[in-house]
């Protein structure tokens, strides 16, 4: 079995990767604090539409409910951040 990796020569060339990762790993505690939020509310179709895994074929459903629920926290997530007070939960 063959595991894909980036050499970490390629990562620093640019920087922009380390960055990103950075980045998002220092959100990370965020995500974990604010997931369960954003999927009640998409459960609930508090926002117009009826979000789960459940909602229509699980094979596409889920995926996209993974998607949808971690880019919206990572959204909250970063503007919590620009609060005062917001580094507590995200760097």
């Known amino acids: 079995m063959r595991v ?4 970490l020569s390629r ?3 640019r920087g922009t990767a380390l960055r990103a ?3 998002l790993s220092g ?3 965020g995500i974990y604090l604010v ?7 998409l459960h609930g179709g508090m926002l117009g539409v009826s979000l789960s895994g459940w ?3 699980p094979a596409v459903a889920v995926p996209l409910t993974v ?5 919206m926290s990572l959204g909250l997530v970063l503007l919590i951040a620009k609060l005062p007070a917001g580094r507590f939960v995200a760097p």
């Open 21 to 23: 990762l950075d980045r």
């Open 55 to 57: 909602s229509s074929d």
């Open 11 to 13: 990562l620093t060339a």
């Open 67 to 71: 998607l949808v629920v971690f880019g």
């Open 4 to 7: 894909w990796s980036l050499p």
């Open 27 to 29: 959100a990370a505690f």
């Open 35 to 41: 997931h369960p939020i954003i999927q009640e509310v």
